[in-house]
């Protein structure tokens, strides 16, 4: 039987999709404190809530569309929900586990209705919402205990469960595409990726399904160790729109990586790099032209299909990335070569 064809896969074979960029670095630019996170709802919640990004979906939702809005002024055809972190496992550590579901809707809802608007104003580029399905803050495959390797915070039943809520407000909020991203423990992304079909099925929906890995380091490897191969591998038996890599790394360490991956995949590809590296205060220094510089290789040899940004980029960064691949074709699917 012939697999159905989503409309985004169309554009994919037409050009090069741009995707957002970090929305921690604009938020941080906001400078929020502890009130404007709690807002008059968590008032008198009994633990610190500033730095919970996610949580400004609900308490400052002008200030996240603001965000969503600068990047598709600036040619993003994908903006990412504010829900990297928006799962029970990360919020327990602010007592806010029970508000996963709400806070996934709502943050789908927003980027949703920017997305039709934008794309009524303009219908030749379509924009699309898609859900943000972050790493979580443990791993199933490593123990954050040296004296004891065979400790886990977490199980992989727990993640399913927490995935399972977020994809359900996700999918609920009216999201267009899924994205299981920064991937460092293909163990947590197995555990996405069964909730994600367990609620698509459950549901009788089909949505296309992107998946974007870390490499660490210098190693070409995961932090839970596995080779880029390995990585593919273990994530084969999912029908997926794209696979690719983000975060950690700037535009110019990823490329060896990037060149590997999209040589051992029929999928199309996606990278969204940090702004460089990060300096000895842990900020990014590497301006939207530089960052478009060190993309020039990857466009030239057609490695990919999608390009954004990841922590440090800002709309700016994204505006020269839209500028630059509106003059290169995208990948075309390659025989795989594993």
């Given amino acids: 039987m012939t697999q159905p064809t989503y409309p985004i896969e169309e554009l994919l074979s037409k050009r090069i999709l741009i995707l957002d960029g970090a929305m921690g670095t604009m938020i941080q630019k906001l400078n929020l404190e502890e009130h404007h996170f709690r807002g008059e709802r968590f008032k008198n919640h009994p633990k610190p809530l500033k730095g919970n990004n996610d949580l400004l979906t609900l308490t400052k939702p002008e200030k996240i569309s603001q965000i969503h809005r600068q990047y598709l002024d600036s040619g993003a055809d994908l903006i990412e929900t504010n829900t990297f972190s928006s799962n029970a496992i990360a919020m327990e550590d602010y007592g806010l586990e029970d508000l996963c579901y709400e806070l996934n809707v709502a943050a789908a809802r927003l980027a949703k209705r920017l997305c039709q608007e934008y794309t009524q104003n303009n219908p030749?580029?379509?924009r699309f919402a898609v859900g943000s399905i972050g790493p979580t803050s443990k791993t199933a495959s490593l123990s954050p205990d040296v004296?004891?390797?065979a400790f886990r915070a977490v199980d992989f039943e727990t993640l399913r469960e927490a995935y399972?809520?977020?994809?359900?407000?996700l999918i609920d909020g009216g999201v267009d595409v899924l994205l299981v991203e920064t991937i460092f423990d293909t163990l947590n992304a197995k555990a996405a990726l069964f909730a994600i079909s367990q609620v698509l099925e459950r549901k009788n929906r089909d949505l296309p399904v992107m998946v974007s890995g870390t490499i660490t380091?210098?190693?070409?490897?995961t932090l839970s160790g596995q080779t880029l191969e390995a990585f593919l591998i273990s994530i084969s038996h999912v029908r997926l729109l794209s696979v690719g890599l983000n975060c950690a790394l700037g535009a110019g360490q990823l490329f060896p990586y990037m060149y590997e991956l999209s040589r051992k995949t029929s999928l199309c590809t996606s990278v969204y790099p940090n702004a460089g590296l990060p300096n000895a205060?842990?900020?990014y220094d590497q301006g939207p032209q530089a960052m478009a510089m060190e993309m020039v290789p990857y466009l030239e040899k057609e490695l990919v299909n999608i390009v954004g940004g990841c922590c440090g980029t800002t709309p700016e960064h994204i505006e020269a990335l839209s500028a630059l691949c509106n003059r290169y074709k995208p990948r075309k699917a390659l025989p795989v070569t594993l």
Avoid: I, N
């Fill in 217 to 221: 380091d210098a190693s070409g490897r």
């Fill in 124 to 126: 030749l580029k379509p």
């Fill in 147 to 149: 004296s004891d390797p």
């Fill in 281 to 283: 205060f842990g900020g």
């Fill in 164 to 169: 399972a809520t977020q994809c359900e407000g």
